[in-house]
C-alpha cells in the first residue's frame, strides 16, 4: 500500500463523491493530498478524516488567482506538486434551444477552463521537479454524444482533446498527461438528476448491469498518478461497465 509514497497530489472536486474516493486512495498508498473544492464543510471534514496526510483548501477552478493560491499552499504544506487531478466538474441539463448562454458559459468555465488553467499552473512546478503527471477526468459523454448534454459533451470532448495536446507539449519535459472517462458513478451530482431511477435505467445500459461506485474509479486514478504508468500520456481510459462496448452507447 506504497505504490504513491512521496508523491504530491492536489484534487480538484476533492471533497465529495469520485473526488473524495481519489482523496482518500491515494492518502491509502502513501500520497499527500490537497483536497481541493469549493465546498468547504465536507472537504475540511474529509482532511480531517485523513489525518496530516491530507488538508483542505478552497478552490475556484475557474480563477486563474485561485489556482495560483492552491500550487503555492500545496508548495508550503507538503512540497512541489507531482500530481494533478482535474475532477472538479458540473452536470446541467438542458436541450440546445433551451439553454441560456449563461448556463452553458458557466458549465465551460468549470468544466473546460478550470482544467486548462489547472494544468497550466502546475507545470512550472512539474517541469523544474523533472516530470508530473496530470489526469484529467472527461466522461463517457467525452467519446460521444447524448441528448440535452450538449454544454457537458462540449466540455467533455474538450478535456480529452486537450489532455492530448498537452500530452504531446510537455512529454519532452517528463510531464504525462491523460484522461479517464468515467461512466454513470453513483454521486450526489448523478442523483440530483433522476435519483434511484436514474441509477436503475443507467445499469440497463451497460454490460455489467450496475452503475459504478466513487471506488470503482480508485484503482485507474492511483495507476496514472504513480511510476507504474511511466510510459502512458495522452491516453484515454473509459471505467464504465462496457457502456462504450456498443458503438450506440450515447443512445
Not at 9 to 36: M, P, Y
Not at 170 to 180: E, M, T
Amino acid at each position: 500500500m506504497a505504490r504513491l509514497n512521496g508523491k504530491i497530489a492536489i484534487v480538484t472536486g476533492g471533497a465529495q463523491g469520485q473526488g473524495a474516493a481519489i482523496c482518500a486512495g491515494f492518502v491509502a498508498e502513501g500520497a499527500r493530498v490537497v483536497i481541493a473544492d469549493v465546498a468547504d464543510e465536507p472537504g475540511e471534514k474529509l482532511a480531517a478524516e485523513l489525518g496530516d496526510a491530507a488538508v483542505f483548501a478552497h478552490h475556484d477552478v475557474s480563477s486563474e488567482e485561485s489556482w495560483e493560491r492552491v500550487v503555492a499552499l500545496t508548495a508550503e504544506t507538503f512540497g512541489p506538486v507531482d500530481v494533478l487531478v482535474n475532477n472538479a466538474g458540473i452536470l446541467t441539463f438542458g436541450a440546445i434551444d433551451e439553454m441560456a448562454l449563461a448556463d452553458y458559459e458557466r458549465l465551460i468555465g468549470i468544466n473546460q477552463t478550470g482544467t486548462w488553467l489547472g494544468m497550466r499552473a502546475v507545470v512550472p512546478t512539474m517541469r523544474s521537479n523533472g516530470g508530473g503527471s496530470i489526469v484529467n477526468a472527461s466522461s463517457v459523454e467525452g467519446l460521444g454524444g447524448m441528448p440535452t448534454l450538449s454544454a457537458y459533451v462540449a466540455s467533455k470532448w474538450a478535456i480529452r482533446g486537450m489532455t492530448k495536446a498537452v500530452a504531446m507539449e510537455w512529454g519532452h519535459q517528463g510531464i504525462r498527461v491523460n484522461s479517464v472517462h468515467p461512466g454513470m458513478i453513483d454521486t450526489g451530482m448523478t442523483r440530483v438528476h433522476g435519483g434511484d431511477a436514474a441509477m436503475e435505467y443507467g445499469a440497463t445500459k451497460v454490460a455489467l448491469k450496475r452503475v459504478g461506485q466513487p471506488a470503482d474509479m480508485v484503482g485507474v486514478y492511483v495507476f496514472l498518478a504513480s511510476d507504474e504508468s511511466s510510459f502512458v500520456t495522452g491516453a484515454e481510459i473509459a471505467v464504465d461497465g462496457g457502456a462504450t462496448a456498443t458503438h450506440a452507447f450515447g443512445g
